[in-house]
């Protein structure tokens, strides 16, 4: 294993988690110069395990990604540690620049530096982050299950989260917190499958041993609770693209600011490709890996195609050079016969 960067790259793997791990396997085992600069931030250190993931359910965050790094290196590829802060394009390709100030040069780009989560300012609620204070059903609820829930409220998006909450367990609570009261149908939605809506600004949440026990509210009140789900705002990490013209915008759903992408993984600037979670910021690790294996597929075939291209370009050229010197040939020898 070494930190040494090469001076040029097939291919620049932003981000080391598992979209970024992936695509530089399937880079790698394709006999490209890949490597990736990972700055080492993962978007789920704080849990326990890996949920969902077919094969691999249980398994801790830091051994999934060593595992894989490991795979990576297997077939030539390298993982460095960095963090990227510019891209800019150079000639047909791109030059990048790490904090600690090396340089690197790539034909190709693929992106796939994660997301931040902003989480409500409320004292309490970061620090218990990834353990009972959590975002996804499908990642954590099945250790909820049975459990009093809290469902805190970020907006429309909230409704859809408490819904999928009550199906794991039968004590919802939904805190509007700072935001409106449910509508009456929405109400009446939530009403019907026992779910309590309490009004009010959360101020902080109660813990005893390192657990939550409680949601304090502005008045004073206690609502005694086990687990908190909350809808955080995403934010892709993609501030180093801003030189090329590739800026994150909100999303129409309104889960936060991600950086658009086509269903490959291809951006709208050429050469450059972005998967996993700042392309789609609810994907799950199963779908981010999914999502890297796919975009490094499609930048194996674009290089495959441009090198043709190279290639016949460079046929042609032969054959035009070896015409003309023949041409040069005869016409010379042509005179030297007095004609």
Request: aromatic share 4%; with cysteine; glycine share 12%.
């Amino acid at each position: 294993m070494t930190e040494q960067l090469e001076n040029d790259y097939d291919v620049v793997v932003a981000g080391g988690g598992a979209a970024g791990l992936n695509g530089a396997l399937m880079l790698a085992r394709s006999r490209r110069r890949v490597v990736v600069i990972d700055a080492g931030q993962p978007r789920n250190a704080p849990a326990d395990a890996v949920h969902g993931l077919l094969a691999r359910d249980g398994t801790p965050p830091a051994e999934l990604l060593e595992t894989g790094r490991a795979e990576v290196r297997r077939y030539g590829g390298q993982v460095v540690s960095g963090r990227i802060i510019a891209a800019v394009r150079d000639g047909a390709g791109f030059a990048i620049t790490l904090a600690d100030g090396r340089a690197v040069r790539a034909r190709r780009l693929l992106v796939t530096t994660g997301l931040t989560d902003e989480l409500p300012d409320i004292p309490g609620l970061r620090e218990r982050w990834g353990r009972d204070v959590l975002h996804c059903p499908y990642c954590h609820g099945w250790e909820v299950r049975d459990r009093a829930i809290a469902v805190l409220s970020r907006g429309p998006v909230s409704m859809h989260q408490v819904q999928l909450f009550r199906q794991l367990s039968d004590d919802v609570v939904y805190f509007t917190h700072d935001q409106p009261d449910p509508t009456p149908d929405a109400a009446e939605r939530l009403a019907a499958r026992g779910v309590r809506v309490v009004s009010g600004k959360v101020t902080g949440i109660e813990t005893t041993d390192d657990r939550i026990t409680g949601i304090r509210l502005a008045d004073g009140t206690v609502v005694a609770r086990d687990a908190i789900a909350v809808g955080t705002h995403m934010v892709a990490r993609s501030e180093f693209l801003d030189s090329l013209g590739l800026v994150a915008i909100e999303h129409p759903g309104g889960f936060g600011r991600y950086l658009p992408s086509d269903a490959t993984g291809r951006t709208e600037v050429p050469g450059v490709w972005a998967a996993g979670n700042v392309t789609d910021l609810p994907a799950q690790v199963g779908a981010a890996a999914a999502a890297g294996a796919t975009a490094g597929a499609q930048i194996n075939a674009d290089l495959v195609e441009e090198e043709f291209d190279i290639a016949v370009a460079t046929h042609r050229a032969g054959f035009t050079a070896a015409g003309e010197a023949e041409l040069a040939e005869s016409v010379n020898g042509s005179r030297g016969h007095g004609l």
